[in-house]
């Protein structure tokens, strides 16, 4: 009779603990988990950034939680492609704007424009125009801009110095940029420019502003042909090759210096110049903190043949369609374009934003010595065609480039067969 | 009798089961796949010969195919030489022969992207140890850009294969050294064999099929080198290192022309059918 009556007290206790994991349960399945993917993680100065900003997203919103999946910058676009494909992608992920076009077109973007509805009507204000065009794929925005820079020249005072020229007189010409340079080599040991000449994709932010500044293109205006047939492109083609082959005023190996290779030659003071940006110094400083890369290196325009121009860096975030999470994910990409962030990563990074009420007014980027030369050259600042055969044409051409600074071509022959494959891969397009 | 048989038969293949649906999964399915992808035009539906007629044209995928041949060619010749080389001599009775096995392992142990970094390092023409090195032993007078230039760029990146490969070949054929009984060497001597004889007549003929399976085994697998060409050169400068793997990977992931790419794989699966031919017909033999 006794033992009866005992099985109430275990009964209710059981009932009582079940109700409870069911809550806690419950709970825990409120709070999100999202995959956010950024090659930035790679990098000390950034991962370090990225991580306190995450730790702010999640104390403002304790319903998600944010999983880091470092990418090589490499490889991003392959990780993206193939994890895209399988329905698995990330759910917030970082992208090049050459990249956008080929991901529009395979659907690995998702289209945010309802979200941005949302937020109401100015929302997108805040950006440059150009940015805004770029993320936008049949007038649907499938992209929010992020980091937004022009490309210029980082220089090494003391070597210039050495060199004897005026560090407040830089050249302004490509003409007085080859006299500085010769000046500024010591075969064998030093050299006047650092040339990033690798099948890599920073390659075209470095050799586009040669093209541009000397009157050329790649393309025709409507992107239907190969542009690189007239005088100026050619002009700009022998220019950029003879730095090495003829003038010898680059570092040997120029093929396979990929821009971490050129940024370690500054480093380590093999070279006096580099055409870089905003990132520069702070990694710079990263690879020989005695070097006092803040204090040596400064920026200044790229010079000009014809006219002024330079390459455009701009960075965007993606939210995969496979999310399960659109709202929550739209947040954090929010969160991360956001002014208040934006600041941050130029505080941490040196990067500008691709918002105007950032680099445009922040006195920070105004009084900074790297950034206010990078935001001015922004109404110069030209980007690389938005066709999803870009990256293609752009293996091509590299592979031109390097055909003529190993001399295994004449540079007009192998501009030449560049422009002949580039119409046979537009081709296709039409 | 009969009834019996069958029946273990039955279990037999009911035991390979699990293993055949495995690789029906992870290989079978994403061939027929590349297969399928390879006959789709690129505009979407239906089916198509003309990525396959693209590459008969396709002056970049010829160039490719031709430095696969040689890459392929020239390593596992490289492979055979150093790997036998290198099994004569830790066939050898030596002091402290596991550790020099061990050691002779090494490179073959490192993943291959990590190789070609290593070796980018090594060849830098500013900073690489293997200029400074031969600068120092008054063999070069200048420093070499090693991936750079006209012929250098395919020789530095089949060296650096070399390096990487010989231990898979060097481990097979001191298999096979250490199979051939010790009396035939013997008797040899007594009967007045030099060293070379012993060599051509014991030795080669005792390795035999060893030197087919990594003869073969060495094409598959260089065949498909991908990653210490990737992490070396891109297949760069020009076109002078691009070989079928990169070139696929370069149409799949960077340019998204997922069916060219898959017409380019099935070629180079074809290829590898081939190429393989001999070391199956000797395995069926066998059998």
């Given amino acids: 009779m006794q033992r009866r009556h005992s099985l109430w007290p275990m009964v209710l206790t059981m009932i009582c603990v079940t109700v409870l994991i069911a809550a806690m349960s419950a709970g825990a399945q409120e709070r999100v988990t999202l995959r956010f993917s950024d090659w930035h993680l790679t990098e000390d100065v950034w991962n370090k950034s990225l991580t306190e900003g995450m730790a702010i997203f999640e104390k403002r919103y304790p319903n998600i939680k944010v999983q880091v999946e470092p990418v090589s910058y490499r490889e991003k676009e392959t990780k993206y492609t193939v994890e895209s494909a399988a329905g698995r992608a990330p759910d917030v992920m970082h992208l090049h704007a050459f990249s956008l076009p080929s991901f529009y077109e395979k659907g690995y973007a998702m289209d945010l424009t309802s979200f941005i509805e949302k937020e109401g009507k100015g929302f997108l204000d805040a950006w440059y125009p150009l940015p805004l065009e770029l993320v936008k794929h049949r007038g649907r925005v499938h992209a929010m801009p992020g980091d937004y820079m022009t490309m210029v020249l980082v220089c090494n005072t003391?070597?210039?110095?050495?060199?004897?020229?005026?560090?407040?007189?830089?050249?302004?010409?490509?003409?007085?940029?080859?006299?500085?340079?010769?000046?500024?080599?010591?075969?064998?040991?030093?050299?006047?420019?650092?040339?990033?000449?690798?099948?890599?994709?920073?390659?075209?932010?470095?050799?586009?502003?040669?093209?541009?500044?000397?009157?050329?293109?790649?393309?025709?205006?409507?992107?239907?042909?190969?542009?690189?047939?007239?005088?100026?492109?050619?002009?700009?083609?022998?220019?950029?090759?003879?730095?090495?082959?003829?003038?010898?005023?680059?570092?040997?190996?120029a093929t396979s210096a990929n821009p971490q290779d050129v940024r370690t030659q500054l480093a380590h003071k093999k070279i006096a110049c580099e055409i870089g940006s905003g990132w520069t110094a702070p990694i710079v400083n990263?690879?020989?903190?005695?070097?006092?890369?803040?204090?040596?290196?400064?920026?200044?325009?790229?010079?000009?043949?014809k006219k002024r121009a330079t390459a455009i860096w701009l960075s965007s975030w993606i939210i995969s369609p496979n999310t399960k999470h659109p709202q929550e994910a739209w947040e954090l990409v929010k969160?991360?374009?956001?002014?208040?962030?934006?600041?941050?990563?130029?505080?941490?990074?040196?990067?500008?934003?691709?918002?105007k009420d950032v680099s445009g007014v922040a006195p920070e980027i105004l009084n900074d010595k790297f950034a206010k030369v990078i935001a001015a050259e922004l109404p110069y600042g030209k980007v690389e065609p938005q066709i999803k055969e870009w990256p293609e044409i752009m293996d091509a051409f590299t592979g031109a480039v390097q055909e003529a600074l190993t001399e295994a071509k004449p540079p007009d022959k192998a501009l030449a067969d560049a422009h002949a494959r580039i119409n046979t891969i537009l081709a296709r397009r039409r | 009798m009969a009834t019996a048989r069958a029946k273990s038969v039955r279990t037999g293949y009911l035991f390979v089961l699990p293993a055949l649906l495995l690789l029906l999964a992870v290989l079978g399915f994403p061939a027929l796949f590349s297969l399928t992808l390879s006959f789709r035009p690129e505009s979407g539906g239906g089916f198509s010969l003309e990525h396959y007629r693209l590459l008969l044209e396709?002056?970049?995928?010829?160039?490719?195919?031709?430095?696969?041949?040689?890459?392929?060619?020239?390593?596992?010749?490289?492979?055979?030489?150093?790997?036998?080389?290198?099994?004569?001599?830790?066939?050898?009775?030596?002091?402290?022969?596991?550790?020099?096995?061990?050691?002779?392992?090494?490179?073959?142990?490192?993943?291959?992207?990590?190789?070609?970094?290593?070796?980018?390092?090594?060849?830098?023409?500013?900073?690489?140890?293997?200029?400074?090195?031969?600068?120092?032993?008054?063999?070069?007078?200048?420093?070499?850009?090693?991936?750079?230039?006209?012929?250098?760029?395919?020789?530095?990146?089949?060296?650096?294969?070399?390096?990487?490969?010989?231990?898979?070949?060097?481990?097979?054929?001191?298999?096979?050294?250490?199979?051939?009984?010790?009396?035939?060497?013997?008797?040899?001597?007594?009967d007045g064999a030099n060293a070379l004889q012993r060599f051509r007549y014991i030795t080669l003929p005792g390795l035999r099929k060893m030197l087919i399976v990594s003869l073969a085994l060495d094409t598959v697998w260089e065949v498909r080198r991908f990653g210490l060409i990737q992490a070396m050169t891109q297949g760069g400068p020009g076109s002078l290192t691009e070989v079928l793997s990169t070139l696929v990977y370069k149409q799949y992931f960077a340019f998204f022309r997922f069916e060219y790419a898959s017409a380019m794989a099935v070629v180079m699966a074809g290829v590898l059918l081939l190429v393989s031919l001999p070391y199956i017909r000797m395995i069926s033999r066998e059998e």
């Fill in chain 1, 158 to 253: 003391d070597l210039l110095k050495q060199a004897g020229t005026d560090v407040e007189r830089f050249p302004t010409t490509w003409g007085g940029f080859l006299d500085f340079a010769k000046k500024a080599t010591t075969p064998g040991q030093q050299w006047g420019l650092g040339m990033v000449g690798a099948k890599d994709p920073g390659f075209s932010l470095r050799f586009s502003p040669f093209l541009w500044t000397f009157g050329g293109d790649y393309l025709t205006a409507d992107l239907k042909r190969s542009a690189l047939d007239t005088p100026e492109a050619r002009e700009a083609f022998a220019y950029f090759v003879e730095l090495s082959t003829k003038h010898k005023v680059v570092p040997p190996g």
């Fill in chain 1, 335 to 355: 969160f991360i374009s956001s002014k208040e962030m934006e600041l941050k990563w130029f505080q941490d990074n040196r990067v500008t934003s691709a918002r």
């Fill in chain 1, 286 to 305: 990263k690879l020989n903190p005695d070097l006092k890369a803040f204090d040596v290196l400064r920026a200044y325009p790229l010079p000009v043949k």
């Fill in chain 2, 58 to 190: 396709d002056t970049l995928f010829h160039q490719a195919f031709w430095n696969t041949g040689l890459l392929v060619g020239l390593s596992v010749a490289a492979h055979l030489g150093v790997g036998l080389a290198v099994a004569l001599a830790l066939n050898l009775p030596l002091r402290g022969q596991p550790a020099l096995r061990l050691v002779a392992l090494l490179p073959w142990v490192v993943p291959d992207v990590v190789t070609g970094i290593i070796w980018k390092w090594l060849y830098n023409p500013l900073n690489g140890a293997l200029n400074d090195i031969l600068l120092r032993l008054g063999l070069l007078a200048a420093p070499l850009d090693w991936l750079g230039g006209r012929y250098l760029p395919l020789i530095s990146v089949i060296l650096a294969n070399v390096w990487r490969g010989f231990p898979f070949v060097m481990i097979i054929l001191l298999a096979g050294l250490q199979a051939i009984p010790r009396e035939r060497y013997e008797a040899a001597s007594i």
